[in-house]
């Protein structure tokens, strides 16, 4: 039990790490929030698949502000710029507008997730089970493939030297 524990704190920290570079980043940050990303999205990947499949097929909360959503997909797709687009597996590349992945569209359903965990365990500290089912049941449902999906796009920006935090 005391390793469940303490992958709930992990996972609790992850997800306040992931918001929070979400949401200071702004217009004159350079690509470190990209490089800090590529490493913590790893670490949130394993951190979430350590705790488990939840044991109900149900979403215990949405955030259904989609307002909000689309402000701030359309502020990380301006943030991000041409590192934004990439390749799907399945696509056929032909041209730029084709490619089907975005990195500002995983990024957004990745944060809002792990922030309607977060809110519930602001509201009750004692809701921490909720919150971990949350991000459990959501993940296997939801982000985990938006989280896989960026992992690999980071990934190769970061390989071929395409970001690398020193700018």
């Given at each position: 039990?005391?390793?469940?524990?303490?992958?709930?704190?992990?996972?609790?920290?992850?997800?306040?790490?992931?918001?929070?570079?979400?949401?200071?980043?702004?217009?004159?940050?350079?690509?470190?929030?990209?490089?800090?990303?590529?490493?913590?999205?790893?670490?949130?990947?394993?951190?979430?698949?350590?705790?488990?499949?939840?044991?109900?097929?149900?979403?215990?909360?949405?955030?259904?502000?989609?307002?909000?959503?689309?402000?701030?997909?359309?502020?990380?797709?301006?943030?991000?710029?041409?590192?934004?687009?990439?390749?799907?597996?399945?696509?056929?590349?032909?041209d730029i507008q084709s490619m089907s992945g975005s990195l500002a569209d995983d990024f957004t359903d990745i944060y809002c997730e792990l922030k309607c965990g977060l809110n519930v365990l602001e509201e009750n500290q004692a809701l921490i089970y909720q919150a971990i089912h949350t991000w459990q049941t959501s993940y296997y449902l939801h982000w985990g493939q938006h989280l896989v999906d960026a992992e690999r796009h980071l990934y190769k920006l970061c390989s071929s030297n395409s970001i690398n935090g020193k700018n």
């Open positions: 039990m005391a390793n469940i524990e303490s992958n709930f704190g992990e996972m609790i920290a992850q997800a306040k790490e992931y918001c929070q570079i979400i949401e200071h980043t702004h217009n004159d940050d350079d690509e470190r929030w990209l490089v800090k990303l590529a490493a913590l999205l790893p670490k949130l990947n394993a951190t979430i698949t350590a705790l488990g499949k939840p044991d109900k097929d149900e979403i215990a909360c949405i955030d259904p502000d989609l307002e909000k959503r689309f402000d701030l997909y359309s502020k990380l797709k301006v943030l991000l710029g041409e590192y934004d687009g990439y390749w799907m597996e399945y696509d056929a590349p032909q």
